[in-house]
């Protein structure tokens, strides 16, 4: 199987793309710059779901689907974790280690514990090359179903999350590669690179999935804010140890635009895009055309208030997916602070699609949150949080056991939270 994409393109913005907007926020604030930062948090809460996917005493799932009873009651929560990220000229790393619990006291009277961890490091080697690595242990969830707003930093502590509903089950995979960028002239760049990502097999779960990627570009800048290249990329994604493999080529030509608006807007908002077309062929063997592309609008109001939207249409690779996944999906958020030590924030995110080798619609997944925050001290919050899922699933997609095809599941909880920084070393001018 295989894929062959042209497109017309421009970079995304990043998730901090005006990073000399200070964080106003008094709760785990007042870091500042730093070259070395090693913090502790943790979280104590109490509310009522329905989310609970396994019963860990009989391994049983509580989902409809499974038993036609799907658990809703009274939840305690607890989670704990530890962040270190390292920030020098040519070195960059990151690491976190948390756990959450939690306890369901209603009829089911079971406790149900997650480990996370994640560690990832990048190191420039000189002359334009540079080398990468992560290595990440979380526990089995649909979790990639959903799209993210922004992808996550070194010591990112985002993927951590006592709400999301998960499987008992936990599962190891790393990833490693190497880059090389060089600029030939003023206004011209070749960049270049190798990725390689394994989950091993998940025993009685999931078989091992591999992926294989390489890349090469010429870029060319165009005016400010504008640039025009020419690249291909090729992955290969190995799906079982009896060859069930993808293959994925893309023609990377096109024209790149990222910038902030001008005008009346001027620097508050940020603006970019892509669009493109897609062909692969499947093993009956039958071609496919698609449509596919990405924009991205993020805009900022007043000294804290911020809000993005995205939309995003292509394929995907997954460690939770026995092939790779075309969709449509979108994204929003909205934040900010409604007085000097009460924070709101709103997502929303949904995507539609299915696997290559399935029907478009295959897949279906809903999430919305929402979140009330209010800082006693710096090291100190309580918030109100309100969680929201939703997934339908074609009967013939493979799943982990204990996740039914259809789910709408949903959870209140609040807590208090701590969190205190252990060590810090500012970073030299």
């Given amino acids: 199987m295989f894929v062959v994409s042209a497109l017309l393109w421009a970079d995304g913005a990043e998730a901090q793309w005006r990073p000399e907007r200070p964080y106003r926020g008094l709760f785990a604030g007042g870091i500042g710059e730093t070259s070395q930062l090693l913090t502790a948090s943790g979280s104590?809460?109490?509310?009522?779901?329905?989310?609970?996917?396994?019963?860990?005493?009989?391994?049983?799932?509580?989902?409809?689907?499974?038993?036609?009873?799907?658990?809703?009651?009274?939840?305690?929560?607890?989670?704990?974790?530890?962040?270190?990220?390292?920030?020098?000229?040519?070195?960059?790393?990151?690491?976190?280690?948390?756990?959450?619990?939690?306890?369901?006291?209603?009829?089911?009277?079971?406790?149900?514990?997650?480990?996370?961890?994640?560690?990832?490091?990048s190191v420039a080697l000189g002359g334009g090359f540079s080398a990468h690595g992560a290595l990440s242990y979380q526990p089995y969830s649909l979790q990639s179903t959903y799209p993210v707003l922004f992808e996550p930093e070194l010591g990112d502590t985002s993927f951590v999350n006592v709400d999301f509903p998960s499987s008992d089950e936990h599962f190891l995979s790393y990833s490693a590669g190497v880059a090389y960028t060089r600029r030939i002239s003023r206004r011209m760049s070749v960049q270049a690179g190798y990725d390689y990502h394994v989950r091993p097999e998940v025993q009685g779960e999931a078989d091992r999935y591999a992926r294989q990627t390489i890349r090469g570009r010429v870029t060319r800048e165009l005016g400010r804010g504008l640039g025009a290249h020419a690249g291909y990329i090729y992955s290969r994604a190995l799906y079982d140890d009896e060859g069930d493999d993808f293959g994925h080529h893309t023609l990377d030509v096109g024209v790149d635009f990222s910038r902030a608006l001008s005008l009346s807007l001027s620097r508050r908002t940020m603006l970019s895009f892509s669009t493109g077309t897609s062909m692969y062929q499947t093993a009956e063997p039958q071609f496919h055309f698609k449509l596919i592309g990405a924009a991205r609008l993020s805009h900022e109001m007043g000294r804290t208030w911020s809000a993005t939207v995205s939309y995003d249409r292509g394929f995907g690779f997954s460690d939770t997916w026995a092939e790779p996944v075309f969709s449509d999906s979108a994204t929003a958020g909205v934040g900010g602070f409604i007085a000097p030590r009460t924070q709101l924030q709103f997502s929303g995110r949904a995507l539609f699609g299915g696997g290559v080798t399935g029907s478009y619609g295959d897949i279906q997944t809903m999430n919305g949150s929402g979140e009330l925050s209010f800082a006693l001290s710096r090291h100190v919050n309580t918030a109100l949080t309100y969680t929201y899922y939703r997934q339908q699933l074609a009967d013939d997609v493979a799943l982990v056991e204990g996740f039914p095809p259809d789910y709408d599941g949903q959870s209140i909880r609040l807590s208090v939270n701590v969190w205190a920084p252990l060590f810090q070393r500012a970073r030299r001018p």
């Avoid at 049983?60 to 658990?71: A, M, V």
């Avoid at 089911?108 to 996370?116: I, L, P, T």
Wanted: hydrophobic share 30%.
């Fill in 44 to 121: 104590l809460g109490t509310g009522w779901s329905d989310n609970l996917l396994v019963d860990p005493g009989t391994g049983e799932s509580l989902l409809p689907g499974e038993t036609g009873q799907q658990f809703k009651g009274a939840v305690q929560t607890v989670s704990g974790l530890v962040s270190y990220t390292l920030n020098l000229e040519t070195v960059g790393f990151g690491a976190t280690v948390g756990t959450t619990g939690q306890y369901y006291s209603t009829d089911a009277n079971q406790f149900v514990r997650r480990d996370y961890a994640h560690a990832g490091a």
